[in-house]
């Protein structure tokens, strides 16, 4: 248990503490996080034969496929993922060191469902600079941040809203300040409703914000947070990054 651990363990609920263990296990299961090894993207036309690729392959290890848009014409692109149980970064792995507790950063903010199919664009981490991905973002959520409003966005991830947001606490110097680099990821539960296009209130519970997974291995492609999503205050709150063994 880390110093940070230590002072949030008798004033934290317990769903938080659950979420926490559920995120670890999530990050150190054989096909977590920590465990992708490659990403392969194929030439045009070819889908990947997920028993050759495993040829040679140590037993801890195991395939699946993959599938994208091509920036440019927007064709399927198909290829395949490799994940080892025992991967270096499973191996090192100490832990990701969260902020304390804080019910100040459970937010109420307010959901407006948007016409359907409207698209943001996304950069995201590995591809070209200023290149982007159009995802379907089903509404705005606006929020009231430390005195100041925003207008955000979160795009539809099975169902639940995925926010990809930024703060200064991600470029920040200090050990003990920051967070994960490009930005970290917030789930928000999608209201009943919102898809007849139904307003309703949605909590930003920054406790739980997390390290997107492109913190864990660097075979992810991450989305990184637009414009509207970059707050100007620092998120004091949720996971900060990730430690290894030196």
Same mark, same amino acid.
């Given at each position: 248990m880390s110093i940070t651990d230590a002072k949030t363990t008798n004033d934290a609920p317990d769903s938080w503490h659950a979420w *926490?263990?559920?995120? #670890?296990?999530?990050v150190t299961g054989p096909q977590g996080d920590l465990a992708l090894v490659s990403t392969v993207w194929l030439p045009d036309g070819t889908e990947p034969d997920l028993d050759a690729v495993l040829v040679g392959q140590p037993a801890s /290890? /195991? +395939?699946? +496929? /993959?599938? #994208?848009k091509d920036l440019d014409t927007g064709a399927p692109e198909h290829g395949y993922r &490799?994940? @080892? +149980? $025992?991967?270096p970064a499973n191996r090192s792995f100490v832990e990701v060191p969260v902020f304390p507790y804080d019910p100040a950063w459970r937010i109420t903010a307010h959901?407006?469902?948007?016409? !359907?199919?409207?698209?943001? !664009?996304?950069e995201h981490l590995r591809d070209a600079?200023? +290149?982007?991905?159009d995802l379907v973002v089903p509404g705005d959520i606006t929020a009231t941040i430390d005195g100041r409003s925003y207008t955000l966005s979160a795009f539809d991830d099975d169902g639940t809203l995925l926010l990809v947001f930024g703060d200064p606490t991600n470029r920040s110097t200090d050990d003990a300040d920051r967070t994960y680099g490009t930005g970290r990821f917030l789930f928000v539960?999608? !209201?009943?409703? =919102? =898809?007849?296009? $139904? $307003?309703? @209130? %949605? %909590? &930003?519970d920054f406790n739980q914000a997390f390290v997107p997974p492109?913190?864990?291995?660097d075979q992810y492609n991450c989305p990184l947070p637009p414009f509207q999503? *970059? &707050?100007? /205050?620092? %998120?004091?709150?949720?996971?900060?990054? %990730?430690?290894h063994q030196a």
């Open positions: *926490r263990e559920a995120r #670890r296990q999530r /290890v /195991v +395939a699946t +496929a /993959v599938h #994208r &490799l994940w @080892d +149980a $025992e991967s959901f407006t469902p948007a016409e !359907p199919g409207r698209t943001i !664009p996304y600079a200023g +290149a982007t991905r539960e999608r !209201p009943a409703g =919102s =898809s007849t296009g $139904e $307003e309703s @209130d %949605v %909590v &930003l492109c913190g864990f291995s999503n *970059r &707050l100007h /205050v620092p %998120v004091h709150a949720g996971e900060r990054y %990730v430690a």
